[in-house]
């Protein structure tokens, strides 16, 4: 009668350990899956492409360049102090933030007509500025913008057309010289002209390979063609 108890009293003992060790088995399990979707998670926004979602600029050959209207114009003075140059860039394992600090520029405003203005910029590559000190250092030399062979980038608009594509008020083309290369480039922009001021955003995307900045980083770590711009231009006007 007692081994008949002590066979019971085993073999309920083995099976609440194989439950104790299959629900063991299902949290490892699951904790396992959570953990790989969670760096499956972590490594996709690591190296995720700034420029995913954003408008690519179409990249032509050099447009004539206007000459600025004079008569019945207004000459707006662009700066560090009222606008802003920046850009997002990435390589596979994380994206970097960084700006140009120095720039200089005009918006010739004709009869306060986007249409009929022309807005120049001038940067100077040096003042290239990043959320890593080592990378704005290198950014600086012959791998990327060789500031000292190239110290300016510039941007002339060649034509401001109305158009509602990509949440835009236009179309802005212009010729960019960058790195010793000039293309013609156009990309959607905001533009307000109010009594006070004129204010132009954009957010698009640029191929850096377009304009000869061919580095390709790091074989395991390699950096990523697009280049998200974003121009924000809040120019006052004379009263």
């Known amino acids: ?15 609440l350990t194989k439950n104790s060790l299959k629900k063991e088995e299902a949290e490892m399990r699951a904790y396992t899956l ?9 490594l996709s926004f690591a190296c995720a492409d700034p420029t995913a979602n954003k408008p690519k600029a179409s990249v032509n050959e050099p447009a004539t360049e206007k000459t600025a209207p004079r008569q019945g114009g207004e000459t707006l003075t662009i700066s560090p102090a009222n606008s802003n140059i920046d850009f997002v860039a990435a390589k596979v394992t994380r994206s970097h933030n960084g700006s140009f600090k120095q720039f200089s520029g005009t918006i010739d405003l004709l009869n306060s007509d986007p249409l009929q203005s ?6 100077d ?5 990043t959320d890593e000190a080592d990378l704005t250092k290198h950014l600086q030399t012959p791998d990327f913008f060789d500031v000292a062979k190239y110290p300016k980038a510039t941007f002339v608009s060649t034509k401001i057309e109305p158009s509602t594509a990509n949440g835009a008020t236009h179309t802005i083309t212009g010729n960019f010289d960058l790195h010793g290369i ?9 533009i307000q002209v109010g009594p006070t001021n004129v204010s132009v ?3 698009f995307a640029i191929n850096r390979k377009d304009f000869g900045l061919v580095y390709p980083g790091k074989a395991d770590d390699l950096i990523k063609d697009g280049v998200n711009i974003k121009l924000n231009l809040n120019v006052p006007r004379k009263p």
């Not at 009668?1 to 099976?15: E, N, P, S």
């Not at 000039?182 to 905001?190: C, G, L, Q, V």
């Open 1 to 15: 009668m007692t081994h008949g108890r002590d066979a019971r009293a085993t073999t309920v003992l083995i099976c």
């Open 34 to 42: 959570t953990a790989a979707v969670f760096l499956c998670a972590l």
């Open 118 to 123: 022309i807005v120049t910029i001038a940067i």
């Open 125 to 129: 590559t040096a003042s290239v500025q």
């Open 182 to 190: 000039k293309k013609s480039i156009s990309f959607p922009a905001t």
């Open 201 to 203: 955003n954009a957010d």
